[in-house]
């Protein structure tokens, strides 16, 4: 197939600046909180056909307007396909993103479990400044209560920090960690990944682990920042935290952002998620979730349904009548709207420990008087290292590297004023709840 050619969309995907690739659903792992098929990658349909992948890849570069645009290939386990497919997968998009004139920048990811990482596979990482995402809960014999192999991902994030290729590290809280929160924090500070925490969310076979609790949650991200405050390293805020703190700080936010932390969130109208059927959903976790499919990129007319079927996933129920009159607003980063949509106690949960988290802020005034100077300062720092080294990159002008491991990542990258204005009642009835907070 050549870039470019296809039968023309009837969605407007013009602000698309991601792409989450489910390029399989098999896992070599079976983590007991995760929803990936640990079918065989043999097996038909489990993994994205090349052609597949060429018609998103297509309908998606082609459609964007977006000068930087992310292609992140997930899974499953993505370094279950072979590293020939991902060199004919990356080519293809570059030369899409070529073909485009508003793209200036096109970033390759890839979330992976590290555990398939071989010396080969390090060199298509190298080559196309593939940008790694992985999974590590703590110190290995904490992660390996919910997770598996976690010695082995240790020392291949390890390895890939010695390659100049160091990945982002998503760490879950959840009631095994929270116990040990003390020794998490102080392994990752002292370890200098790039991590950031999520609260474990019930789904796929983890359905039954318990939740944690809004004051379990809210201790977690406390002890993140006053560990930040004592210790050198502020990695281990995460890209969550530091928002939520320049928030606090700047006391403004842009309540209209359609990324993945605002109150209407950027899934379907900035990023957009594809099954390795071709199906296409309104980002990743709504296909974890199995919501509001929107079409598939092999047959272009499935796609008709697409901005009702978005509108009904985007709209705001009475729960959230109650932010409207709430402080914590300012730094709320409103959960994730494909897991929370069906699950109160999860917004319950994060709602709560935003709360207790506002609060603390209010008290804690020249904590975050420093934790932000600091940021600041060391952001001019590596803005000035990045002027220095000039990258070079093998393909597309301006390719530089932060890494998308993670939602939060994605939200940074995603920082650019949507031009969708937010999803809206459809007028028939009397609008329940205002469906934005400008
Ligand atoms: S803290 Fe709770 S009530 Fe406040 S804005 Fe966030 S979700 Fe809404
Ligand atoms: S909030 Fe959830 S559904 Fe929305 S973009 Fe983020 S991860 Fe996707």
């Excluded at 296409?280 to 697409?306: E, F, H, I, Q």
């Amino acid at each position: 197939m050549q870039p470019g050619v296809h039968n023309k969309p009837t969605v407007d995907f013009r602000q698309i600046r991601m792409v989450i690739a489910k390029v399989t659903s098999s896992c070599n792992l079976r983590c007991r909180y995760c929803c990936a098929d640990a079918i065989p990658v043999t097996q038909p349909g489990a993994t994205m056909t090349m052609e597949t992948h060429q018609r998103a890849a297509t309908m998606l570069i082609g459609g964007t307007e977006s000068d930087e645009l992310q292609w992140i290939f997930h899974g499953g386990e993505p370094m279950l396909l072979p590293i020939p497919w991902y060199e004919e997968a990356i080519e293809f998009c570059i030369t899409a993103a070529e073909a485009n004139p508003r793209i200036r920048r096109l970033t390759i990811g890839m979330q992976s479990n590290l555990t398939r990482l071989t010396p080969e596979y390090l060199q298509l990482v190298k080559k196309y400044r593939i940008q790694i995402g992985t999974s590590l809960d703590g110190p290995p014999r904490l992660s390996d209560v919910y997770r598996q192999a976690g010695k082995r991902v240790e020392e291949t994030i390890e390895l890939l920090m010695r390659e100049d290729a160091p990945p982002g590290v998503i760490a879950q809280i959840n009631k095994n960690t929270i116990a040990h929160m003390d020794e998490v924090v102080d392994y990752f500070d002292k370890k200098g990944f790039a991590v950031m925490f999520n609260a474990t969310c019930p789904t796929g076979r983890g359905m039954n682990v318990e939740n944690l609790t809004g004051e379990e949650l809210y201790n977690a991200k406390r002890k993140l920042l006053e560990r930040a405050d004592q210790s050198a390293n502020l990695r281990i805020l995460g890209p969550d935290l530091l928002r939520q703190l320049f928030f606090f700080h700047t006391g403004q936010r842009d309540m209209a952002e359609r990324n993945c932390h605002g109150y209407n969130c950027g899934a379907g109208v900035t990023l957009i998620g594809v099954d390795p059927n071709g199906d296409v959903w309104p980002c990743g976790r709504s296909t974890d979730a199995d919501m509001s499919k929107l079409g598939n990129v092999n047959d272009p007319g499935s796609l008709r349904s697409y901005e009702s079927t978005l509108r009904s996933f985007h709209e705001k129920d009475l729960w959230y009548l109650r932010c409207f009159g709430c402080a914590a607003k300012l730094i709320c980063l409103f959960g994730c709207t494909a897991f929370d949509k069906d699950s109160i106690s999860t917004r319950e949960i994060e709602c709560l420990a935003t709360r207790l988290l506002h609060q603390y802020f209010w008290s804690h005034p020249e904590l975050v008087e420093r934790l932000v100077a600091r940021f600041q300062t060391h952001m001019e720092k590596t803005a000035a290292e990045v002027r220095e080294k000039k990258h070079a990159p093998p393909f597309l002008p301006m390719h530089t590297g932060h890494h998308p491991c993670s939602s939060a990542a994605t939200a940074m990258v995603l920082s650019a004023q949507a031009r969708l204005h937010p999803i809206q009642p459809d007028g028939t009835e009397p609008a329940r709840i205002p469906q934005t907070i400008e």
